[in-house]
């Protein structure tokens, strides 16, 4: 007979394979929101959270409830409300000129209804003092029935809303899609038998949407990485307090199935909250971003791993060992902490990636452990959509995944970055007046805009001259590189912002073949991205890293402010090419003085 656990693994086999096959049609441009997209929907560990928050196991449990409520729900309301944010202003240069026909239904007030409805209903499932037939009906009937297929919907939601990211076109009503899903999964468990109060569910809940709307409503689009791995960290808090919730309630007494997975949901919980944490800070710039190294530290590391993967082990065989558990938890938080120290700031994307991921596998354990069939596919798809993009950045990088976990790349590649520059030749510095001549008789140019130009928040300069440039009847491109930028397609959603039409971007394999026949390449604040060594030199770290193909242009511009290295530590061979000339400077402060010089 097919054991429910068998039913599970099958179902997390299937979501896999499913969202593989969905994730892997978004379009890079949508990489930024797939992300805050996933997260929001692995905030499904709600429907955990509201249980452990509303039965009545004990205070302890009630208490983590509580917070696992609060963390869930700050994920999925401020999460779906960046998607929303971001996908809003996604724009072909058509829908610019002509008056776009409106989304029906505006997200913030469907959740603001999904909010009221919620509290609604809890408060006359307690307070109106329902007939008893009544009463049987929702916690028998409605309960136990209802919510399986309820639940059954939702995930058909959630694979809907994520295949609408395949065009920007759809991806609005895609979210919408999931939104519903999300709410008929949280109304529906709101009546789930087990929940005695409502209390806490609705104090967590409204702090939740409080802070998770503050979020996504004013965060700075410059700050959505920091953002996401914030909201991957809560995310894995949740689902780990649910299990150390569960755990505390029933002793220790249970059985293998259940133990192996809590055990997975504490311990990838755990790690993912610090390790997120970590990432989030280092994004901020409140920890310094250069790795920090020391020696022994990947043995070190791999045997804490091999610590707490054999207290996992014992804990199956026994699971009563109290101490053993809660030691192996604070182990996991330690070394989420050592995981991601080693690690640079550039690397993050890579790492965020990697985050979401074992965060959907926390989820999905916490769905075996309570054998909630939603979580599992959930767990899956967000486990599905972190590996993949993870695998892409490493693939764009030309790295490996064992590269930038265990590599300190940013440290190793500084040093030898600094013999690599002594191959230098001449440079040609230029100012604004002189590329505003350039630009008169050019008829094409295509922009590349880098990491530099989102620290300087250069986007919206980018936009202004681009503007100016194309009222001359020149035609502007933007080349964007996979890893250009601080988290996958970044990039993208940068250039959205300033009001750039997206059929005006053009990924990398597309841009290439233009190159040739643009007459200036403007480079701003790029140069990993654009270094020829990565084609030509066999001895330098970036060889094999696909580049945008800036040198073949007929003249390139360089906005940076000084000729020093970007992320890899290695001088770039373009700054010495005849064709290139350097714009020394902040690149918002060029951009204006561009601007100023380009309209006079
Ligand atoms: P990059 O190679 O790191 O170079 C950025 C350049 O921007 C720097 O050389 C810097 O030069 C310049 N810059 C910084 N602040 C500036 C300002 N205010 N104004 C003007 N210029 C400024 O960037 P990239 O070419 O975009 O390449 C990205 C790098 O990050 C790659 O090596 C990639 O492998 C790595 N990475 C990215 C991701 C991702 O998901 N996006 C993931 C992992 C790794 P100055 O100091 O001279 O101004």
Redesign the pocket.
Known sequence: MTTELEIGLYIFMLAGFLGYHVISRVPPLLHTPLMSATNAIAGISLVGSLIVAGADYGPLSTVLGFIAVTCSSTNVVGGFLITDRMLRMFKKRDDQTAQRRRFPIDPKILLALAVLVISFLALIYRYAGFSKPAVHFIHDVLSTQALKYFYILSAAFFILGLKGLSSPKYARRGMFLAEFGMLMAVVGTLFHHEIVSYQWIIIGFVIGAIVGGTMGLRIPMTAVPQRTALSHSLGALAACLVGISEYFRHHGELSKVVMTALGFEVVIGGLTFTGSLMAAAKLQGLLPGHPITYKGQNVFNLSLLAVIAGSLIYLVIVPTSGTLFYLMVGLAFVFGLLLVIPIGA??M??VIALLNSYGGLADASMGFMLMNKIQIITGSLDGTSGFLLSLL?CRA?NRSAINVLFGAFGKIKKEEGGLAAEAKGNVRSIVPEEVAVLFDSARSVIIVP???MA??Q?QHGVSELAKLLMKRGIDVKYAI?P??????G?MNVLLAEANIPYDQLYPMEQINPYFPEADIALVV??????NPAARNNKNSPLYGMPILEVDRAKSIIV??????????GVDNELYYDPKCMMLFG???ESLNKLFAALKS
Do not use: E, Q, W
């Open positions: 550039a690397d994307p890579v950045m990088m880098g990491y530099g620290v300087a250069a590189h890893v250009a930028g601080r988290m996958p970044h604040g790029a140069n990993d991205v654009t906005l940076k402010r000084s000729l020093r290295p970007g992320f890899a902040d690149a918002k």
